[in-house]
């Protein structure tokens, strides 16, 4: 395969880091700090790349969308996209053959964002997924090259197929012998995003930059400092979400010692993750939009419910763990599951939706990818997967579409046709990835 050399976007240099005690803060783009004569294109800009994983399929009696645009009708399970419908493509009949014929869950998962033959046995062998394909391209211009989040521990062992359960609870794959580690516990994900270290760890951040902060708002202009102050307030916000779980899994740890264990070896909420998913998927959305929006970072993922998944509904009525409910999953209690999960999704790709940048936003200038591994889960049926794209790539992906490939033959509807068409857009340039040399017609 052939790539290209590092990626020629402009830097957008009207960022700022405000740097406390044991702590930095970078800020969104602001005009003022550097200005320039004209407003640069929206496609100066950043460009992101973002996943959020499903595991386990989706009601397919309630998933579909047809029309273009404002007129886009969207099924039941795909409501909650509904103020973004101009926003999105609604992707049906794409798949990957290199997870078909070879067993169940793990089997059907191990290279979603790679196309490559997964090993069977003690030694795991998948291939480098699309997102740290973009990740190494572009993550020299940023602290951090990805984030990688999940709201469920990782499995260890192996499925009856004999393929490792470590295939079922990654989605990013970093080389093809090691799948990149998941974060868990959102306090840790926040303390990465801030670089926040040493003892001050329970003291604002915002408390720590709040001279340097008050400095900067009197430098920018009228426009910068209603920006600032709405990017502190939702840092705030975010803040005091988090302290109540670092406190839960500071008594995790101490519980985990006085038992002769690890944390992460209970179960939830032993092992310090917030019981209720609902407050765990939306504070990983967050920390997700506030890297983006500060260039902390410009690719990340999150599995909400890995393959395979134990986790329960309680707030949606369905009595089932996940992959039980998946089992019946054209049920009502199972829709609401998936429905539950694009709106996850929905909340994620809103948020930066409302971050200006330029004269658009941060979705404008990112893609944004809702996944599964599965289209029938009491049928184990992928030969089709449910997928939604959010976001204009800077300009480069046409949105407002309902895309359907169902009608094509094999070759013309591969989901690694899709990543090299992606890529193209990253500036990476690749003869094949995974089972495909072609890109993705009508993309």
């Known amino acids: 395969m052939s790539r290209s050399t590092k990626n020629s976007t402009p830097r957008i240099s009207r960022r700022a880091v405000l740097r406390g005690a044991g702590c930095t803060m970078a800020l969104p ?3 003022s700090l550097h200005a320039l004569a004209d407003t640069p ?6 460009k992101r790349f973002g996943v959020v994983f499903l595991g386990n399929g989706i009601n397919e009696d309630h998933w579909s969308a047809e029309g273009e645009g404002a007129a886009m009708k969207l099924s039941k399970t795909l409501e909650p996209l509904e103020p973004l419908k101009q926003k999105i493509n609604v992707i049906d009949g794409l798949y990957v053959k290199a997870l078909t014929g070879q067993g169940i869950h793990p089997a059907q998962t191990g290279s979603l964002l790679s196309g490559a033959h997964i090993s069977k046995g003690a030694i795991i062998h998948s291939g480098i997924s699309v997102d740290q394909m973009i990740a190494n391209h572009v993550g020299e211009d940023t602290p951090q090259s990805s984030i990688v989040l ?22 990013s794959w970093q080389s093809p012998d090691s799948p990149v580690p998941v974060e868990v516990y959102p306090s840790l994900a926040w303390d990465n995003l801030f670089d926040n270290r040493g003892s001050l760890l329970n003291i604002s951040i915002l408390d720590r930059v709040k001279d340097r902060a008050q400095n900067l708002r009197r430098k920018v202009s009228s426009d910068d400092k209603t920006k ?9 916000e975010v803040e005091k979400r988090v302290e109540g779980m670092r406190k839960g899994k500071e008594n995790a740890e101490d519980a985990a010692k006085a038992k002769n264990t690890v944390a992460a070896m209970m179960d939830r909420p032993a092992n310090g993750l917030p019981e209720d998913l609902r407050d765990h998927a939306r504070l990983m959305c967050d920390i997700i939009a506030l890297a983006f929006q500060t260039n902390k970072t410009r690719v990340a993922s999150l599995i909400i419910s890995r393959d395979l998944s134990a986790m329960y509904y309680p707030f949606l009525e369905v009595k089932e763990g996940h992959h039980a409910a998946s089992h019946d999953n054209n049920s009502a209690g199972y829709e609401r599951i998936a429905r539950f999960h ?4 929905a909340y994620l790709a809103s948020k930066l939706d409302s971050m200006k940048e330029g004269d658009g936003t941060v979705l404008d200038n990112t893609c944004l990818m809702f996944l ?3 289209w029938i889960g009491r049928k184990h049926d992928n030969f089709r997967l449910p997928l939604v794209l959010a976001g204009g790539l800077g300009g480069t992906l046409e949105t407002g579409r309902t895309l359907n490939y169902l009608k094509a033959s094999e070759d013309n509807r591969k989901m690694c046709s899709l990543y090299l068409s992606l890529m193209d857009r990253f500036g990476i340039k690749l003869e094949q990835f995974g089972d495909s040399q072609t890109r993705l017609e009508r993309l």
């Open 29 to 31: 783009w602001l005009e």
């Open 41 to 46: 294109s929206q496609s100066a800009f950043p």
């Open 150 to 171: 999940a709201c469920e521990q990782p499995m260890t062992g192996y499925h009856e197929t004999n393929f490792s359960m470590a295939y079922s609870s990654h989605i």
């Open 228 to 236: 600032l102050d709405e990017y502190l307030t939702s840092v705030r």
């Open 342 to 345: 694009v709106s996850q999704y």
């Open 372 to 374: 599964s591994n599965l």
